[in-house]
């Protein structure tokens, strides 16, 4: 029924998006979809070629690998221009924690969530057995990970403290309140 061009955010820059109104079983059945543009992935350079032809496709079928559940109206398709999209139902649901606002056991469970929703959708995107091959039997890459996650978060807590320390000497204004 109509078309209109879609102002994308920062990551999409430079890229074409639509917001596409369809009508289902009549004029009280409207179902909007969102057709964005899929350019070639920043990894191109880096890595084989892909096993896919279309940027589109390519977009698609990680997505599928890694939501539970994903739109039925999740596709791909290349525009007279020569040009790869995808599309999906169009809904604006998301939502963003409060961390600031979260108390310590709330923001300890919503880091174990985020935890697992990363970790599930990288548990779906690899081959578990060459992957369990490549780890091997030892304890090896569990310790290299464990040290580093605890390296990692003894500089966050430094950070933190010369954040703070800039702060308090007035080096860097900061509102408590945002």
């Not at 940027?55 to 939501?67: D, I, N, T, Y």
């Not at 409060?98 to 959708?121: F, I, K």
Request: glycine share 8%.
């Amino acid at each position: 029924m109509d078309v209109a061009r879609k102002v994308v955010g920062i990551g999409s820059v430079g890229t074409r998006a639509f917001v596409v109104l369809l009508e289902g079983r009549d004029e009280n059945d409207p179902l909007f979809l969102q057709v964005k543009e899929a350019g070639a992935s920043v990894l191109e350079d880096y890595v084989e070629s892909s096993t896919y032809e279309h940027h589109g496709h390519r977009v698609v079928a990680g997505q599928r690998l890694m939501q539970a559940a994903s739109d039925i109206f999740l596709g791909w398709f290349r525009g007279r221009e020569g040009r790869d999209f995808y599309c999906r139902q169009l809904r604006d649901m998301k939502g963003s924690a409060q961390v600031q606002r979260m108390s310590p056991d709330e923001l300890s469970l919503y880091a174990t969530l985020c935890g697992w929703a990363l970790a599930r959708a990288h548990a779906c995107s690899g081959d578990r057995v060459q992957i369990a091959a490549y780890l091997g039997k030892s304890e090896r890459f569990d310790v290299a990970i464990a040290d580093f996650a605890q390296a990692y978060a003894d500089q966050t807590e430094r950070d933190h403290a010369a954040l703070c320390a800039a702060v308090k000497s007035g080096r860097i204004a900061a509102d408590s309140e945002a």
